[in-house]
């Protein structure tokens, strides 16, 4: 397929811009498309961003007529042949052949919707190296139906990671007020303990705090949440807290960042309610969704810290359960593209003002 060529210098010259949103079209068995229908019929969407959908045609053809969503479907090669009218949805594919002979199955599973998932992202993060999109909003995967197609990935932030070659990154969620980054993601609880490691937990801080900019905070308040319970109570409760966590705190503030702890978890985010602080960093997976989702559990967002680009994504999954069946809630995408808008805005702002 024939792409068209892109100049770097002279789109850098033209910003600010309306920023061009690229969202991966997910499982095709689960919710994803389901919900990008409802959310690109969101009102105040096309005054904000561009947005493009990664994905196919014929599966988001399926569950338009399935759902009897009033909108057109304008497949594109590349963002600058974008339509820009509100019932128009603009489409890129990825791999065309990907689709051929499969079915759409709302619910189901196979190796086919995982090669298609993966061409999906790969291809979204492609454009964004390229400078052809400025951010990425993810609907929904399945690691089950990833593994199957023998992409053997723990999520979507680790594929993100290898493909756009970056070491350095981190997950964070927001919502209810709280915005919460982690130190570990999808491991086993067992094994938390043996990944908090000061230079971790230093490294983490300084990216904390380097990617606050793009919400237009440069000098974050930064909480790290202890461990163990009662930060660890002197040693009784485990030493961590004290001969990891603590130590790359200090050497994070010899470094001129505001940033204190460990506190125990237990009272840290109310702490944040409070004001106290302007993001916190959590020390394993449910240490920082539980508050979050608790608190606000239809519009939390996951964000990726470290990337060459903004990325977000919903903070659910697949729902096999209900696809197609039309009662998907979008909110959470709805938010997911809000939130990529507007760091996409800050951070070309921020990239501007860097020269």
């Known amino acids: 397929m024939q792409r068209t060529s892109f100049n770097a210098k002279e789109e850098t010259q033209r910003t ?20 990008i229908l409802k959310a690109f019929q969101a ?21 338009r007529n399935l759902l009897n969503v009033p909108m057109r479907l304008n497949v594109i090669e590349t963002p600058s042949e974008y339509v820009r009218q509100r019932e128009i949805m603009n ?7 990907s689709l051929a002979g499969v079915a759409v199955v709302p619910g189901e599973t196979n190796v086919h919707y995982g090669q298609i998932v993966f061409h999906c992202i790969e291809h979204a993060v492609r454009l964004a190296m390229q ?11 399945s690691k089950e139906t990833l593994h199957q197609a023998g992409y053997l990935y723990p999520g979507h932030t680790e594929i993100l990671a ?13 919502g209810g007020g709280l915005r919460v980054v982690l130190a570990t993601i999808h491991i086993p609880l067992r094994e938390v303990a043996l990944r908090i490691q000061r230079a971790k937990i230093l490294a983490l801080i300084q990216l904390t705090a380097k990617f606050m900019r793009y919400f237009d905070v440069p000098h974050p308040r930064i909480g790290v949440a202890a ?15 004290a001969q990891e966590i603590h130590p790359a705190v200090v050497s994070a503030q010899k ?11 237990d009272t840290l985010f109310y702490q944040m309610l409070q004001g106290k602080f302007d993001v916190l960093i959590a020390m394993y997976h449910d240490q920082a969704l539980i508050p979050v989702k608790t608190l606000d559990f239809s519009r939390g967002v996951n964000i990726t810290m470290g990337l060459p680009f903004i990325r977000t ?20 995408l709805v938010e997911a593209m809000k939130t990529a808008i507007r760091l996409a805005r800050t951070k070309q702002k921020v990239d501007t003002s860097n020269g």
Request: aromatic share 6%.
């Open 16 to 35: 600010p811009r309306r920023i061009r949103l690229g969202v991966t079209m997910g499982d095709p068995g689960g919710i994803g498309p389901e919900i």
């Open 43 to 63: 009102s105040d969407l096309y005054v904000e961003c561009d947005p493009v959908v990664i994905g196919y045609e014929r599966v988001m053809e399926h569950y």
């Open 91 to 97: 489409i890129i594919e990825p791999q065309a052949e």
């Open 131 to 141: 400078r052809k999109i400025d951010a990425i909003c993810t609907a929904p995967i």
């Open 162 to 174: 290898t493909l756009s070659r970056v070491k350095r990154y981190a997950m964070m969620m927001e």
């Open 227 to 241: 461990l163990n319970p009662h930060a660890g109570e002197k040693g009784l409760f485990g030493k961590e807290d």
């Open 255 to 265: 470094k001129g960042i505001t940033v204190s702890g460990p506190y125990p978890a």
């Open 313 to 332: 994504s919903v903070d659910h999954g697949t729902a096999f359960d209900i696809a197609g069946r039309g009662v998907a809630d979008p909110t959470s």
